[in-house]
């Protein structure tokens, strides 16, 4: 069976190492020494002055979103994974969607002014599949209408725009390292800022607004992750250059094996360099893709709808309407991508697609 992605398991004599460690300190939670290390080596990877390690990538955003000060109106994207959505709304912010480009299929810059009213707080967007934003286009529609920009920066991992790591782009950006996710701890997250007071607030949020054991700096949640997640991740990062190439050597196969007579694929800004997280491919027709889908699934291969349905249609959302994002989102699929998948079963999965 070829799923869609298979999460990368380092040596388990690496994990058994800081298990050690974790047995020594007795230190499980609580940011614990591992949960410092790693912290410490994502900045200095990244090239980014605050980062929190949290439980995962939806209570990044939620933190984001109250540290930011989101309220009322937040214009964001109708193509990403449903957290995007569902947090603002948890958090009580009402989602304005703004169609997406149809090439880059991140939000459409050109879009965003029209929808901002005298309610609008705040932009969050995603860079979808680790494809950067209109970041400077988004930045100065910012500055001059007083917003703030929070990127959901899931895929982005490893991934660089302008030479600087995506994630470092935004007032915020949040990342996922759920199992699924390139680089991953199992269950985990991260946010992360450059602004020091942001920085300082998001530190209390993030342990219940704990300032020390009896003082509360203010309102907070649990968003800590644990000495284990912590060790998984200090297992996986080394590995992460190893993971990228074994990526882009397989996206360099699809490119040859696939015929794009029919079918499309995004395209990167300039400037980006990719992290090899996702290949999409987009069809011309949702019943052509359901096809192929049909045919890959009777031979054991799972590909998968990411991301389908476009977010404007959630049962909680009411009367938006984004054509592109409905259109793509119909018609766009995710092939099996992972470190460890095979030339052979890339040549099966793209006969499979040429053959309609
Ligand atoms: C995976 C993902 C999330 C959620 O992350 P979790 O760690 O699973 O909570 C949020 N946004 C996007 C775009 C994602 O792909």
């Known amino acids: ?14 994990y058994i190492h800081y298990l050690e460690k974790i047995w020594e300190s007795n230190q499980l939670t609580n940011n614990g020494p591992l949960v410092q290390e790693l912290e410490a080596k994502l900045k200095n990877y990244l090239g980014v002055k605050h980062l929190f390690f949290v439980s995962n990538g939806t209570i990044a955003l939620q933190i984001a979103i109250k ?28 989602p304005v969607f703004v169609d997406i480009d149809p090439h880059t299929l991140c939000i459409d810059s050109n879009l965003i002014e029209a929808a901002i009213t005298e309610k609008t707080t705040g932009i969050l967007t995603t860079h979808v599949y ?7 286009r ?36 949040t990342l996922s390292f759920h199992a699924t996710k390139l680089f991953h701890t199992v269950e985990g997250g991260a946010i992360v800022t450059d602004d020091d007071d942001i920085a300082h607030r998001i530190n209390y949020m993030r342990n219940f607004g704990h300032k020390g054991q009896e003082d509360f700096w203010g309102l907070g949640i649990n968003g800590k ?11 996986v990062l080394p590995h992460v250059p190893e993971i990228i190439s074994a990526r882009n050597k397989i996206s360099n196969w699809y490119d040859e094996k696939l015929d794009f007579s029919n079918l499309s694929r995004f395209v990167l800004p300039g400037g980006t360099r990719f992290n090899y997280g996702y290949f999409p491919v987009i069809f011309p027709s949702e019943m052509e ?9 009777a031979q054991n291969i799972f590909p998968r ?16 309407y984004c054509p592109v994002s409905e259109s793509i989102s119909r018609r766009i699929l995710c092939l099996p991508l992972y470190y460890g998948l095979y030339e052979d079963q890339v040549t099966k999965i793209s006969q499979l697609i040429n053959t309609q």
């Open 67 to 94: 540290a930011l000060d989101l309220k009322g109106e937040v214009i964001t994207t109708p193509f990403s994974y449903v957290a995007t959505t569902s947090s603002l709304v948890w958090e009580g912010c009402q």
């Open 1 to 14: 069976m070829i799923p869609v992605t298979k999460t990368f398991l380092p040596p388990i004599e690496e």
């Open 138 to 173: 988004i930045q100065a529609i910012a500055k001059n209408h007083g917003l703030k920009v929070l990127y959901d920066a899931a895929h982005t991992f490893g991934g660089k725009y302008q030479g600087k790591a995506i994630v470092s782009y935004g007032d915020v950006a």
């Open 305 to 320: 709808r990411y991301f389908y349905p476009s977010l404007e249609n959630l049962p909680y959302i009411s009367d938006q």
């Open 130 to 136: 680790g494809i950067p934003c209109d970041v400077e």
């Open 289 to 297: 893709l359901l096809e192929v889908k049909k045919r890959m699934n």
């Open 225 to 235: 992750n644990s000495e284990f997640h912590a060790a998984m991740g200090l297992c």
